[in-house]
């Protein structure tokens, strides 16, 4: 058993570093450390992430869209490894900037080639890249309901809302 | 494997029997704040056989029943079914067509089915068993979720490459 | 002193409610309650929230969007009470759908008659709404810089950043 | 009171002595991620007087000095100075025109400073202290944090409350 976990582990060492360049710039680093190796079934995993060559000492310096991106680093290196049939992210994409939200839509859009992804957001970038958009809406007070939607007619539809 | 449809009615803010198709890979739901979108994700945790209230946003497990609202009683059940093409063969059974359901009455009854029959939790739970997916995989990610990934509470990391490898 | 919280207590609770409406609707409705009356100096402040006529049983079933309306709500009623020269906001727009966003501004820019607001934000709808902008960037790898930004500019510059 | 200038330097990414001016009453500040604005923040809950490791984002104290990068290397001190303009009398000087430093070297050695004067910290929080400014006011506020006024984990309702009244 621990020697299937140890391929895993190095499988998704080598796919998060891959993934996490792409997602920061080649002059990032990270890496995952089983701390006190000896007993590899019960070690702590730590993830490590230095982005721009900065010296963070931990994760908690870094800022909330790096720590966003270094999640879903750890989590794509997961995918490449078994990719799930079909994923689901919840508003993920909302601490990120608009050239990172650009770079995770390119990731999942390579992924959604093999699998099927669900993205729930408020970002316009992410919802112009998706192929089919879902509204869910309250069709009376507390209700919802859920109808497909043209992303076109969506940006004027908020904003019909406010009217 | 690929998704086909999600069916609700009676879960959470949907009293309604609402559908929602998977014809696409890359699917985008928009709305307004507490229009239900979470919801979405909160059925399909359920139907997989999530059991801890705390992943649902629940205090009680019978609060995934629709509690009413102005103009409406409150529900008497919760249902939902997600139904898939079996491609790939990764599930663990020879049907192509799949579909899961969860069932729970508000006298605290429950009920899984696998194609429409009654079966055990186990059943729907075993059919994931090799594919990366489960209620608490790493294929289901909320936003809530990221600080938990990086300070590895709870073992959650640990977890989520046991179940990719 | 029990006295005076008991007076500021009651005043926010009233700062709370008329925010809350605002922000959510007429049919909304939420209040601050004081568990276990006997002892106020110690006794337990919760908040209840029931947007739009929806019997919620606690703050944990709201949205992540009606959440951060609702802490905002009673920060706004806080700010009424006792109105601080300056506020800081980092990013709690970022859940809020652009209706939300609307109704979050229209606020701080009223605020912002007697106080002066510092919002930190990746929402192109706060950018638009404020009086000046600063655009914090890293002038080297690892070093941040400061400068004011045009609005109309900043649009293309983030997208001239992934050229 | 106005806010009139922000300057910064050694403090965490602004290796270099940085100043914001703070004119107008409605201030945007943006940028990439990891570009450093969370920072700026912490600049102000710091020289307000922030004690808490964690308020700040640290494993150290020490470590809200530039820590170095690529070209550069670490800094040996780290400034930061608000200053304002007393209308309306709001703190409690005589001064019309009042600047706050905090200063943090690398030996551990550290400082407050009231219009260039070393000062106590008491000095600086009693200058606010009937403002609702503090280093944990509700004035302060980052997305992190609505979790925590919801559940109202370790009192910090109250504590606000008792700022404001
Ligand atoms: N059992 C239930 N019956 C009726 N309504 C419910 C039930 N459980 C939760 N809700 C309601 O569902 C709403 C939350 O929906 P959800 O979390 O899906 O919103 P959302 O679309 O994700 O919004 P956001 O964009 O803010 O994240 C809440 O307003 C809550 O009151
Ligand atoms: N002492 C230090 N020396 C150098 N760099 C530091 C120091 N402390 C923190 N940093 C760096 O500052 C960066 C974080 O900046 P900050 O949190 O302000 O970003 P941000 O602009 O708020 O980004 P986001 O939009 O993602 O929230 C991190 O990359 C971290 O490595
Ligand atoms: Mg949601
Ligand atoms: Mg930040």
Redesign the pocket.
Known sequence: ASERFNIALENIRVNFRRVFQSLFSQDDDCDIVLLNNDDPLNANIEIMAK??G???KSIS????????LTAASFLFALYLLKPAPFCIFDEVDA???DVNVQKFNKIIREFSKDSQFIVITHNKLTMAEVDVLYGVYLKEQGVSGVSAVDFRKYESAELLEES | MRLKRLSIKGFKSFADETDIHFHENLIGIVGPNGSGKSNVVDAIRWVLGEGKKSELRLGEMSDVIFSGAKNRKEGRVARVTLSFENTKNILSTEFSDVSISRILYRDGASEYRLNNVPCRKRDITDLFVDSGIGSNSYAIISLNMVEDILHDSGGSRRAMIEQAA
Do not use: M, R
Not at chain 1, 61 to 68: I, R
């Open positions: 982005p721009k900065k010296k963070p310096q870094l800022s909330g869209g790096e720590k966003t601490p990120l900037d």
